[in-house]
């Protein structure tokens, strides 16, 4: 879950007394009632099914109708009267085989009728376009492409007719269920939008398809991908390969059964509207947004490497990103937080559950940077393990409640394969399921996230539902390298054999007495700034200034002010704005129908704020009300903002802030360490025979791991090795008995 979702959440509270200027309150009733919207998806893995006509390579070049071209559509000549040649288009116009051959310029259309099938062969053939796309099949009943020897397809960066849709708008567009086969290479240039598009079904069987450049997408389909074996390489400046369908519980999905596919894309790596199930392959993800996206996703085989600038691994409704996917809150919510007006005071006294989702709390070493208008924080009380850790000491923590409204339709659920996952950028996560993340079978999963920690927001493993890592799997995760978020801390036994000696949080005084901790904090990192971004520098200094011209305005109500610490915490006023999509509310469901009505808030209040209080920074009081105080550009209000801290808010297996937890139902080792560079690899060794356990190199720094595979022993002791850095520490028994309900398949034979 992102940060800004927490914002969101946030908000919720502050929106039960909407500012009115005038003292008169008024009530603003909305209908809730509305038509239902329901999508039913089956958990479990998708099975392809290949037809015969998916898997026809055979051709006769005596018998079979032939198409040879030597420049443009004059030069090309047929041996059969179902193609027709005219000025810049050759055209079939029935069913067949054709073999196509030689350097066309021009366009090969197929026209024929809606029941018949085209089996064409590429036959080192060159055909460039100028004007719409290379090959544009507008009708047929399905279009079987076999690749042979080398080909090329190239389109123009302009199209002069196309339909009111924009269509065609793809180098290969076929409006009909494609299918491609052969033993050749086939090189797809989309310099106008997508590289290849099929507007129903697309099976590729095997051949190498080779999307040298897309200006949008890479691979776009409609209704459902398979793809079977082959070699498919594809680069894009949008998602790579992407299918679209979203209101059929049928269609929308994605099924990669074997083969090599190979993606470098500006948006998504490979986006699945419904279902997207691995079952064998190699997979590798150079360069993504989020590297793989579905509502149900399920990983039985394969190898997969992914390096993305966002989550790496996504499960999300479908319709709706990660950013959309916040339940009711979800639309007029949204917004950022400078769409907040007035915001003065609020006090909870509870920890916060139900449809928020889990307690605020956990590590906040990191960037603030998705907090907008915060300008100042002090803390003068404890709040337990998790709070506010400085970077080289305090575990995060404080996972609260789940949300009791979790769509448990919405799941990761891997089984199966090696992952090696590199999550780089800010507010991401390594996998992140808005619904249920589920580790086990005999997988295989190495995960790390650049700033973040183990669970949390920008977190290694992120859930909203069931976090879960179950007997027979390996997972090795890492995080907190960037700004040192996490710091060195540990859970469970631990004799630190590195700088500083015992490092063990549970043994040391804690960040939790007096503002002055903070003040020292302060002074080891740069008076925080450490914790900013380098884009936010500038806001900060904005900031500043602000502060300065409002003690100068203000200079006889400050000297009122006692006991004022000099030192304050910034937190920047820089938001990194997402572009979000639209939410479309499809409500899915595991074998029972799930059904969610969309509804809008219902009896809103509005009142009369509170003036604010006189001092801007309280810090936390004896009732561990924590307050802090909006910016002046925050529409026009001074919010100051109350947060009565509940005393059950207190430690467990969190992360950061906003903490989400999970579960290990294995022996694992979970600590933070001094920080290590990328590329550096860490290794667990068995203190007993100075075997290597496992061992992992992450291509990002990193501070803390977590560790689990079943051969680790509950109580028996381990070397830590990363770097100069080594560290004993005991293995952890099991962090729950309890059983973990599968959310789908637990082994590729179910």
């Known amino acids: 879950m992102k940060i800004n979702n927490y914002i969101v959440l946030l908000v919720i509270f502050v929106f039960s007394s909407v500012v009115k200027a005038d003292d008169e309150e008024e009530t603003t009733s909305l209908d809730i009632t509305g038509d239902e919207e329901e999508l039913e998806l089956i958990p479990g893995p998708v099975t392809c099914e290949y037809k015969k006509k998916d898997l026809n390579e055979s051709y006769d070049v005596d018998s079979d109708i032939s198409i040879n071209c030597n420049g443009d559509s004059s030069t090309c000549t047929s041996n059969h009267d179902g193609v027709t040649i005219s000025e810049g288009v050759v055209e079939i116009t029935t069913a067949g085989t054709y073999i196509v051959g030689g350097n066309l310029e021009g366009q090969l259309r197929i026209a024929a009728t809606k029941d018949d099938f085209i089996h064409l062969v590429l036959n080192n053939a060159n055909i460039t376009s100028f004007d719409g796309p290379a090959i544009f099949g507008s009708k047929a009943d399905k279009v079987t492409i076999t690749l042979v020897g080398e080909n090329l ?174 339940g009711p809150m979800g639309g007029p919510m949204g917004g950022p937080m400078d769409d907040m007006q007035g915001m003065n005071s609020m006090n909870r006294t509870e920890s916060m559950r139900g449809p928020m989702g889990g307690s605020m709390g956990g590590s906040m070493g990191g960037p603030m940077r998705d907090m907008q208008g915060m300008n100042s924080m002090n803390r003068t009380e404890s709040m337990g393990p998790g709070g506010m850790s400085p970077p080289n000491g305090m575990p995060g923590g404080m996972p609260g409640g789940k949300s009791s409204e979790v769509d448990s339709s919405v799941y990761i659920n891997i089984v199966g394969g090696k992952l090696y996952i590199t999550s780089k950028g800010n507010d991401v996560d390594g996998i992140d399921s808005n619904g249920v993340l589920y580790i086990g079978g005999d997988a295989e999963v190495y995960v790390s996230v650049e700033g973040g920690d183990i669970y949390g927001n920008m977190a290694a493993l992120d859930a909203e539902g069931t976090n879960a890592i179950v007997p027979g799997s390996t997972v090795f995760a890492t995080g907190g390298g960037k700004n040192n978020i996490g710091g060195r801390n540990n859970m469970g036994s631990n004799k630190n054999n590195g700088i500083n000696g015992n490092d063990n949080f549970n043994n040391r005084p804690g960040f939790n007495e007096t503002e002055n901790n903070m003040n020292d904090f302060f002074d080891k990192n740069k008076n925080g700034k450490d914790f900013i971004d380098e884009n936010t520098t500038d806001s900060i200094d904005n900031e500043d200034n602000k502060d300065n011209e409002n003690k100068k305005d203000s200079s006889e109500e400050q000297n009122n002010i006692e006991n004022k610490s000099e030192n304050e915490m910034i937190i920047s006023n820089a938001v990194n704005e997402e572009n979000t999509k639209n939410t479309e509310k499809k409500i899915v469901k595991k074998p029972k129908k799930i059904i969610i009505k969309k509804c809008k808030p219902k009896n809103i209040s509005k009142v009369k704020p509170q003036a604010p209080p006189q001092q801007q920074f309280e810090g936390m009081d004896d009732n561990k009300n924590m307050n802090f105080t909006m910016p002046d550009n925050m529409n026009g209000h001074n919010g100051n903002m109350n947060f009565t801290m509940h005393d059950n808010m207190n430690g467990g297996m969190g992360g950061g802030m906003g903490s989400e937890s999970g579960v290990v139902l294995q022996p694992y080792i979970q600590t933070s360490i001094d920080t290590q560079e990328a590329g550096t690899e860490i290794s667990i060794i068995d203190n007993e025979n100075d075997n290597t356990i496992i061992s992992y190199t992450p291509e990002i720094s990193y501070a803390s791991i977590l560790v689990s595979t079943p051969k680790l022993v509950e109580g028996k002791e381990y070397t830590i090795i990363a770097g100069d850095f080594t560290q004993t520490i005991t293995a952890s028994s099991p962090s729950s008995s309890e059983e973990i309900e599968p959310p789908s398949v637990t082994s590729h034979s179910n």
Do not use: W
């Open 153 to 326: 397809l190239n389109d123009p960066a302009n199209y002069t007719i196309v339909d009111e849709d924009d269509e065609p708008d793809a180098c290969l567009f076929i409006d009909s269920d494609l299918a491609i086969n052969g033993s050749g290479n086939l090189t797809v240039i989309g310099n106008y939008k997508d590289a290849i598009r099929c507007k129903k079904d697309l099976r590729i069987v095997n051949g190498t398809i080779n999307v040298q450049s897309a200006v949008d997408k890479g691979i776009k389909v409609k209704n459902s991908l398979c793809i079977k074996d082959g070699n498919i390489k594809v680069n894009s400046t949008d998602t790579g390969i992407k299918v679209t369908r979203d209101d059929d519980a049928e269609k929308g999905y994605i099924v990669i059964d074997g083969g090599n596919v190979v993606v470098s894309s500006g948006n998504d790596g490979i986006h699945a509207e419904t279902h997207l199930t691995i079952n064998d392959g190699f997979i590798d993800i150079q360069k993504s947004g989020e590297g793989l996206e579905g509502q149900m996703i399920d990983i039985l085989g394969g190898e997969i490497h992914i390096i993305s600038s966002d989550d790496g691994i996504n499960a999300s409704k479908v319709g709706s990103s990660n950013e959309d996917d916040m």
